[in-house]
């Protein structure tokens, strides 16, 4: 899509939570998001396969210091499973690979009964094996170009925590449903291995990302919408102030704001303790704010009141 240029001018630094769409890697989004903005220090927080839309965050900015702390969170997707049928990406848009014999008509005679009863068996505390393909790095080498060789791929299981997973329909062979899990999850594993549990094999065909941490669809940009206004986009910014807003925050003095700046400790003397919300016991990381509302840090608690600045953002 070609970019307008003809934006406000603005603050280039915050959140920008696009609307993926289908057949757009998470690198081409972030393309656009260079060229819409003119902006050219911009990343993404998670991924999204080309097959899957929905909330895909970009990191703009001085917000890109801040990418590994908003990765965090649960995510909420919405799926279609397509049973019957198994490929080598797990995913509907791999090459088909043999299923047992009868796979497709077991598929289309499933009770719901029994597909709710599957789907409570992935939930908690799992086990999951990422796909060969994968971005995932088997010996420095990322695991989809080894399996694109047709090498062995040999990944090891990974804790993950489903905390919720809920069918929606059951029509044709295909399953409906939303699942909220823990960060690093994959999908396309749990249509593999939810198939392989009703004994008919599946793949992922549909993927709608609803939510990513604190960020959800009704904060999104579409790219269209986008792409007819120049100034959406800007305006949908979400600046870094208001990121985090789970963490506790002080704000600091004159002097308090010119420490921070350098990364220095800050200590009792360099926070207004009027303006603040002070962190409890235990508390491991807190905004850092100045006089006029600006994130200047993110400062690690130290014993004794001290704060230690280790992601500064001015």
């Known amino acids: 899509m070609p970019a307008r240029r003809d934006h406000p001018p603005a603050p280039a630094d915050g959140v920008l939570v696009v609307d993926k769409p289908a057949g757009m890697t998470s690198h081409d989004v972030v393309a656009w998001a ?30 890109t ?10 995510k909420t997707y919405r799926a279609v499973i397509r049973l019957g049928l198994e490929t080598d990406t797990y995913d509907a848009t791999g090459t088909p690979q043999p299923g047992p014999p009868g796979a497709e008509e077991r598929a289309r005679s499933l009770e719901r009964e029994a597909a709710d009863a599957a789907c ?6 799992l086990e999951q094996r990422p796909p060969a393909y994968s971005a995932k790095k088997v010996g420095g080498v990322r695991a989809y170009r080894l399996a694109r060789r047709q090498q062995r791929v040999d990944l090891r299981p990974v804790e993950v925590v489903v905390h919720g997973f809920d069918v929606i329909a059951l029509r044709d062979g295909r399953l409906e449903c939303r699942v909220v899990c823990s960060p690093g999850f994959y999908m396309r594993t749990l249509a593999h291995d939810v198939g392989r549990e009703l004994g008919c094999g599946g793949c992922l065909e549909q993927l709608r ?10 904060d999104a940009v ?28 002080v704000v600091v003095t004159a002097q308090g704001a010119q420490r921070a700046s350098h990364g220095n400790l800050l200590g009792p003397g360099d926070i207004d303790v009027a303006a603040s919300r002070l962190p409890g016991s235990g508390t491991a990381d807190v905004k850092v704010y100045d006089a006029s509302g600006s994130l200047l840090a993110i400062a690690a608690a130290q014993p004794g009141g001290a704060l230690h600045p280790r992601i500064v953002l001015v």
């Open 65 to 74: 210091r801040l990418a590994a702390l908003l990765a965090g969170g649960s």
């Open 209 to 218: 990302r609803e939510r990513s941490g604190p960020f959800a669809l009704e």
């Open 120 to 125: 409570r068996r992935f939930t908690g505390v």
């Open 34 to 63: 260079r060229r819409t903005l003119g902006v050219r220090r911009i990343g993404h927080v998670g991924t999204l396969d080309p097959l899957a839309t929905g909330v895909l965050p970009l990191v703009v900015g001085r917000a």
């Open 222 to 249: 579409d790219l269209k919408t986008a792409a007819d206004d120049a100034r959406t986009p800007w305006e949908r910014l979400i600046p870094p102030a208001r990121l985090l807003p789970e963490l506790p925050a």
